[in-house]
Every structure is written in structure tokens, then in C-alpha cells.
């Protein structure tokens, strides 16, 4: 990717490079303050204040991954789904604010996609792993009826060097629903990845972050028809 840009040209690759460091750095700043993002929080509670989103439906929580699928609502289309994703968000910016962007949704189901800024930001697999476990724990008490889908986290061609670090939370989260029923897990991934292992460039932004439109057409192709299963109009009654 990066030696397609500098062909581009080599003041638009340095550019991109520097707001890359500028965002890394943003995201350090963000960990350790539960309260990071009170602004973006505010800013939710007063759209729902003005068109409160019928209960019932499925809450897609965490990073800028979620925040910019802005093709999420059609692309699970029947479901009834509410967006509630902040960009540079950590896990622990989403526990912080479960009572605010989750709960009072009275979701049949909660999404969530976060972890990969945690990591960016230095911190250890083990801390993330630990507040997801954190907010599981916080759905069995506040939601009990509700399921929690666990999305992997991704590799990018800007993280890739934390793919290891991924993978060990991955398979972490993967554990955490085989050992509870209301918990799912869902690879999206390997999905990005080419045959050699690496990510797939014509899946991401110019970023080597984020997931273009060709990007977020894959994760689709996985967790839509997941979804549609287990809460579609043709979903069985019984649950597992």
C-alpha cells in the first residue's frame, strides 16, 4: 500500500503518514479517562431525547470501525439496529458508558467491536481482555436476557504489527462465549486477510485503517445472516 502512495506522489504519503502518528497519539491520550468522549455521549442522548429508538432492537457499540458503517442500518435490514460506536474508543470508554448507549435500549442483543485502539495505545492484551470480560459481566447483570456478539478484532495494514496481540484477544473472546450462552463470537477478520496472510489493501481506506465499502461488504456477508437467524422474522422461538 504504502509504495503505491509514494508513486502517488510523496508530500500526499508524508501527509497521511503524519495525521496516522497524529491519530496514534489522540488514541494514547484517550486511555486511562473513562469520560473521553462525554461530547459524542451527549450528543447520542440528545438525537435520542428528540427520536428515542424503539426497544427490542440490536445496539452495534464501539470504535470508529462501527461509527463509520454507514451502510449498517440497510445492510441488516430488516433488523432493527441502533448505532452507537465513537471513533478512538477503548473498551473502557464503552464500560464507562454501558448505562448511557446500551441499557436504555432494552436491546435483544448488543454487538460490539473494540479493542484494537486499546492495543494501539500500548495497552496489554490482558487489560483488554479483562474489560471485556468486565462488560460481559455488566450485560449477565443489567440485560440478562440479551445476547452479546463479540466481533474479532481486525487486522489492518497500519496495526499490523499488533495482529499477534489481536489473535491472543481474539482467541480469548472466542473462549468467553464458549463458556457462556448468552455470548457470541464471530471472526471478521480472516475475512480481510489475502492468501499470504497479510490484509487485503483493497478492503481498507486510504488510511490502512479503516474498512472501505468493499471492506465492510465482507463483514456483512458474515454477521447479517448470523443476525437474521437468531432474530430475523424466521427465527425459531426456542434459543440455545
Known amino acids: 500500500m504504502w509504495k503505491k502512495l509514494l508513486g502517488g506522489g510523496v508530500l500526499i ?5 503524519a495525521a496516522a502518528a497524529a491519530y496514534v497519539f489522540w488514541l494514547g491520550t484517550a486511555g486511562g479517562q473513562p469520560d ?3 461530547s459524542e455521549i451527549a450528543a447520542f442522548e440528545r438525537e435520542d431525547a428528540a427520536a428515542p429508538p424503539a426497544p427490542g432492537g440490536i445496539v452495534f457499540v464501539g470504535s470508529s470501525s462501527i461509527r463509520l458503517w454507514e451502510t449498517l442500518a440497510a445492510d ?27 441499557t436504555p435500549y432494552e436491546p435483544r442483543a448488543v454487538v460490539v467491536f473494540v479493542g484494537g485502539n486499546d492495543l494501539g495505545a500500548g495497552k496489554t492484551p490482558e487489560r483488554v481482555i479483562a474489560d471485556f470480560d468486565a462488560f460481559a459481566r455488566r450485560m449477565r447483570r443489567d440485560l ?13 495494514p497500519w496495526r499490523f504489527e499488533r495482529w499477534p496481540e489481536m489473535e491472543a484477544v481474539n482467541a ?29 489493501d483493497d478492503f481498507f481506506r486510504f488510511d490502512g485503517l479503516h474498512l472501505n465499502r468493499e471492506g465492510y461488504a465482507a463483514w456483512t456477508r458474515i454477521v447479517r445472516p448470523v443476525l437474521l437467524a437468531a432474530y430475523g422474522p424466521d427465527a425459531r422461538a426456542s434459543r440455545r
Not at 13 to 17: E, K, N, Q
Not at 144 to 156: G, Q, T, Y
Open 13 to 17: 504519503a508524508l501527509a497521511m503518514v
Open 36 to 38: 473521553f468522549f462525554e
Open 76 to 102: 441488516m435490514a430488516p433488523l432493527p439496529v441502533v448505532r452507537r460506536c465513537f471513533g478512538g474508543a477503548h473498551m473502557e470508554h464503552v464500560l464507562h458508558e454501558v448505562d448511557r448507549i446500551v
Open 144 to 156: 440478562p436476557a440479551a445476547d452479546l456478539w463479540l466481533l474479532s478484532l481486525k487486522p489492518s
Open 172 to 200: 480469548a473472546l472466542r473462549r468467553m462465549a464458549d463458556s457462556d450462552e448468552r455470548v457470541r463470537f464471530l471472526d471478521v477478520a480472516h475475512v480481510l486477510l489475502g492468501p499470504d496472510g497479510t490484509p487485503r
